[in-house]
């Protein structure tokens, strides 16, 4: 079954012609319709089947980039040109962007094949998936549960194997807590490593884009393909990317690791630990030397992150004012210049945003 | 430090958003728990600490003053709720 490649194992898959990237591309659509999990927002399966034809001429000319018609499910927070992008919220339901992300941009060049955009807490402030105006997002392991988020509907979609991978933003846990939640691999990168242009903001001095795929080979595959200098985002670190899977073979021998014991406290969830204690048995098992460290300040973490983050999303959410973008309304938009500014911001920021986001924002 | 349900409602005004009265009692709840949260950091001796602007070291980026975007006010004004003279149209502000 197609669906269980690796994309390691998919790339080599549509290199040797075992299957073309529209006969892939086909299946895991067939696959988003048959799913129950509310983990897109949009399936675009027109211009899905486009990009596979379009990557299947490339790949038969042999001229093709490493990721060519790969198909992936793109977070709902990320501009996407001519396409809805809603950020999970009734805000921006009706907001189709102009222009593409960088991040976009940078996979349509490799002639990836987008499947969709997923589903995420409404403008990435979440960590279940409950707040979006689109449903809430199951976990596949068991529909009871929730995928974790804000990136909630990637995890799910790579988890159940709807999608080879997703895209994620991480601002305070939004692509490790649903990876963790979901059984996959996600990465946050360090910040400035993949350009956050055309990444709608909540708090932009910790939001960063990220890989979500199944295996860590994958994850670094992409993070290539994620990952560089974009003079669009005064933030990117301008410094060179390495090739993130040369290592991946490497013997664990001699690599030291270190364990923060702060982390290992009180509140601990006892299944969540043992876990966690295999996997260090297992590093172990490998040669890895496991080390306990400290990281003092760690208690500090979340009263700081409870400073920083809604500051900067109560500056970057100031302007979905109504004004530049049609939502408010339609009543409102017929008697605007018959009431005041105050009536259309409050009309639009209280029907078009849900409790979550409206204290964050205070 | 902590708010009580009129100034919660009073932040809301000024902020320019609406608070429904059923909403008031938990976003007060959890604003004062934010708030306590905050309280945490002043107990932090912070006397040796340096401060720090950036993980990276990194500086603010300067550019030439060229246009290099695209001009798509076209576009965005297509999707804007009234437009008039390449300006996104707003009610009056300041009477």
């Keep these: 079954m197609m669906h269980n490649l690796t ?10 012609r075992d299957f073309s990237s529209l006969e892939l591309t086909q299946h895991y659509l067939n696959r988003i319709d048959n799913s129950n999990l509310n ?8 211009q899905a089947i486009n990009q596979a034809k379009m990557a299947d001429s490339i790949l038969a000319k ?13 977070k709902d927070i990320f501009c996407t040109k001519g396409i809805k992008t809603s950020a999970g919220s009734k805000m921006l339901d009706s907001f189709i962007s102009p222009y593409d992300a960088t991040l976009s941009d940078k996979l349509n060049s490799q002639n990836m094949v987008m499947l969709g955009k997923t589903n995420m807490d409404e403008f990435a402030m979440g960590s279940s998936n409950e707040n979006s105006y689109y449903g809430p997002v199951k976990n596949p ?11 909630g509907g990637s995890a799910a979609a790579v988890a159940s194997r709807i999608s080879p991978f997703a895209t994620g933003t991480d601002t305070g846990g939004s692509i490790r807590q649903p990876a963790s939640l979901c059984g996959i691999t996600g990465l946050k990168p360090t910040y400035g490593r993949i350009s956050r242009y055309g990444m709608i903001a909540y708090a932009s001095s910790l939001d960063q884009a ?9 994850s670094a595959i992409i993070l290539n393909a994620m990952a560089g200098f974009d003079s669009k985002d005064s933030t990117s670190a301008n410094i060179s990317v390495p090739d993130y899977t040369q290592n991946l073979s490497k013997s664990l021998k001699g690599l030291k690791i270190g364990l923060p014991k702060e982390y290992f406290s009180e509140g601990l969830d006892k299944g969540v630990e043992k876990v966690v204690m295999n996997a260090i048995n297992d590093y172990e098992a490998m040669g890895a030397k496991i080390i306990e460290v400290s990281l003092p300040n760690s208690i500090h973490a979340i009263p700081a992150y409870y400073i920083v983050a809604p500051c900067e999303c109560s500056s970057n959410l100031s302007r979905f004012d109504g004004c530049r973008i049609q939502f408010m309304p339609f009543l409102l938009t017929i008697l605007l210049p018959h009431v005041s500014a105050l009536q259309i ?14 204290t964050r924002k205070i | 430090m902590s708010l009580d349900k009129n100034k919660v409602k009073e932040i809301a005004f000024l902020a320019r958003l609406s608070i429904q009265d059923s909403e008031l009692e938990q976003s007060t709840q959890e604003l004062n728990n934010i708030l306590g949260l905050m309280d945490q950091l002043g107990e932090i001796d912070t006397g040796d600490a340096e401060p720090m602007a950036h993980p990276l070291e990194m500086s603010q980026r300067l550019r030439e003053d060229q246009v290099t975007e695209d001009d798509l006010s076209e576009e965005f004004h297509e999707i804007a709720p009234k437009t008039g003279n390449n300006h996104f149209l707003v009610p009056t502000v300041i009477e």
């Design chain 1, 7 to 16: 994309i390691a194992e998919q790339i080599k898959g549509l290199k040797n």
């Design chain 1, 62 to 74: 042999g001229n093709a980039a490493s990721l060519t018609g790969i198909p992936y499910a793109h």
């Design chain 1, 39 to 46: 983990a897109f927002i949009s399936v675009t399966s027109d």
């Design chain 1, 345 to 358: 911001f409050q009309g639009s920021m209280a029907s078009g945003m849900v409790t979550d986001v409206v």
């Design chain 1, 141 to 151: 392991w068991d529909t009871k549960k929730v995928p974790g988020g804000s990136s």
């Design chain 1, 210 to 218: 990220g890989p979500m795929t199944r295996t860590a080979e994958d």
